[in-house]
């Protein structure tokens, strides 16, 4: 972690830990950013979609896609390449994605789970609508 | 946690931690996997009541993980697939996210039903389609 993002009264933690029972968190988890972001790219269900408002990391994340007018359909809505490959290739990826009519939620799921990244499929998004997509990686 | 799957260098914590602010992850969470055996995922009838429905490899744990199922006979709307914990929980979890996705390049509307200590089902709202491969994740959240 770097030192700047390090606030004094913080507990710094630098060597994996292994919780070897159930682990509260009374207000929630963080997605650290000392490590990078994550490259995302449009993939061919989005058409020649384009991405806005990326936030987050390779452990969690958010972003808008705005699918094409032509070309969109079924299939990988966007890939997400982790900034630091992974050791081991993750145990759950899951993902959500809602269209930002507010009319429906877009049926979605994470597949070709690899130490590099994921693929994010999708049934066919509406064209030049605009999808809010959430990940979270479990490695 | 088995001593063979403890590495020096870690830090291994055996009691139970409440953190009472914000936790940050700067490198993201792993799943315990198997330390306290894998879960048992079984196919529900909307993955198809007349055979030829299959579970693949289960990777991960009660926490999190992937799995792929193969859509036999008739499949349809419904419990696509039931997944036992490996130990169980001690109450029902708070919150436990899935998806389904199609291996040919689609997803399925999906949630997850009958959550108890034991564990949980996979339904989906849309029928599968008879020998399709889909891709599950789930995370749980007790």
Not at chain 1, 6 to 17: D, K
Not at chain 1, 101 to 112: E, I, K, R, S
Not at chain 2, 47 to 60: E, F, L, Q, R, W
């Given at each position: 972690m770097p030192l700047g993002q390090y606030t004094p009264g913080q507990a710094l933690v630098e060597a994996p830990t292994v919780f070897d029972t159930f682990t509260t968190f009374n207000r929630g988890v963080k997605a650290g950013t000392g490590f990078g972001a994550p490259t995302i790219a449009a993939g061919?269900?989005?058409?020649?979609g384009t991405l806005s408002s990326i936030r987050g990391t390779d452990f969690a994340g958010n972003f808008v896609i705005n699918v094409a007018a032509?070309?969109?359909?079924?299939?990988?809505?966007a890939t997400v390449t982790f900034a630091n490959q992974l050791?081991?290739?993750?145990?759950s990826v899951v993902v959500s994605a809602s269209d930002n009519t507010g009319t429906a939620a877009l049926a979605a799921g994470a597949q070709t789970l690899a130490t590099t990244g994921f693929a994010i499929v999708t049934a066919a998004p509406v064209a030049v609508h605009f999808y809010t997509v959430s990940y979270t990686v479990i490695q | 946690m088995p001593l063979n799957q403890f590495i020096s260098g870690q830090s291994l914590e055996e009691a139970q931690y409440v953190f009472d602010t914000f936790t940050t992850f700067n490198r993201g969470m792993k799943s315990?996997?198997?330390?306290?055996g894998a879960p048992t995922v079984a196919t529900g009838?909307?993955?198809?009541?007349?055979g030829g429905a299959v579970i693949g490899t289960v990777t991960g744990s009660d926490f999190a993980a992937n799995f792929t199922v193969t859509a036999g006979t008739t499949p349809a709307v419904g419990t696509l697939a039931t997944v036992t914990y490996g130990t169980p929980l001690g109450?029902?979890?708070?919150g436990v996210i899935v998806n389904v996705s199609d291996n040919a390049g689609t997803a399925l509307t999906t949630g997850a039903g009958s959550l108890t200590a034991n564990g949980f089902s996979i339904v989906t709202t849309q029928s599968p389609t008879l020998n399709h491969v889909y891709t599950v994740n789930y995370l749980v959240i007790q």
């Amino acid at each position: 972690m770097p030192l700047g993002q390090y606030t004094p009264g913080q507990a710094l933690v630098e060597a994996p830990t292994v919780f070897d029972t159930f682990t509260t968190f009374n207000r929630g988890v963080k997605a650290g950013t000392g490590f990078g972001a994550p490259t995302i790219a449009a993939g061919a269900g989005a058409g020649a979609g384009t991405l806005s408002s990326i936030r987050g990391t390779d452990f969690a994340g958010n972003f808008v896609i705005n699918v094409a007018a032509a070309g969109s359909g079924a299939g990988t809505l966007a890939t997400v390449t982790f900034a630091n490959q992974l050791a081991v290739a993750p145990s759950s990826v899951v993902v959500s994605a809602s269209d930002n009519t507010g009319t429906a939620a877009l049926a979605a799921g994470a597949q070709t789970l690899a130490t590099t990244g994921f693929a994010i499929v999708t049934a066919a998004p509406v064209a030049v609508h605009f999808y809010t997509v959430s990940y979270t990686v479990i490695q | 946690m088995p001593l063979n799957q403890f590495i020096s260098g870690q830090s291994l914590e055996e009691a139970q931690y409440v953190f009472d602010t914000f936790t940050t992850f700067n490198r993201g969470m792993k799943s315990g996997r198997t330390a306290f055996g894998a879960p048992t995922v079984a196919t529900g009838v909307g993955a198809g009541t007349a055979g030829g429905a299959v579970i693949g490899t289960v990777t991960g744990s009660d926490f999190a993980a992937n799995f792929t199922v193969t859509a036999g006979t008739t499949p349809a709307v419904g419990t696509l697939a039931t997944v036992t914990y490996g130990t169980p929980l001690g109450a029902f979890p708070s919150g436990v996210i899935v998806n389904v996705s199609d291996n040919a390049g689609t997803a399925l509307t999906t949630g997850a039903g009958s959550l108890t200590a034991n564990g949980f089902s996979i339904v989906t709202t849309q029928s599968p389609t008879l020998n399709h491969v889909y891709t599950v994740n789930y995370l749980v959240i007790q």
